[in-house]
């Protein structure tokens, strides 16, 4: 594996990620439909907020950043949005 360098930006597909995250997740045992498209809803919206957080940050801070300092930004956007 190629270890990448600072000038290397990584871009992540939102609309792609969320369908993958929504398609990973099915209906829990007993769970109505109602509850499943809502929890489908926000793991969707949730993701999608997620992603288009993570670009903008690759797009403005993550050019000077060093790898550790890459790790504590994507732990600050996890922990911000759970």
Known sequence: MDKMTNDEKIRIDAKEFARLIVGTNPQREGED???????????????????????DLEETRFDMAKSE??????????EHRY
């Open 69 to 78: 300092q890459r790790d504590k930004i994507l732990e600050k956007i996890m």
């Open 33 to 55: 439909d109602i509850k499943y498209i809502k929890r489908e809803l926000k793991l969707y919206l949730e993701s999608m907020i997620t992603i288009d957080d993570f670009n």
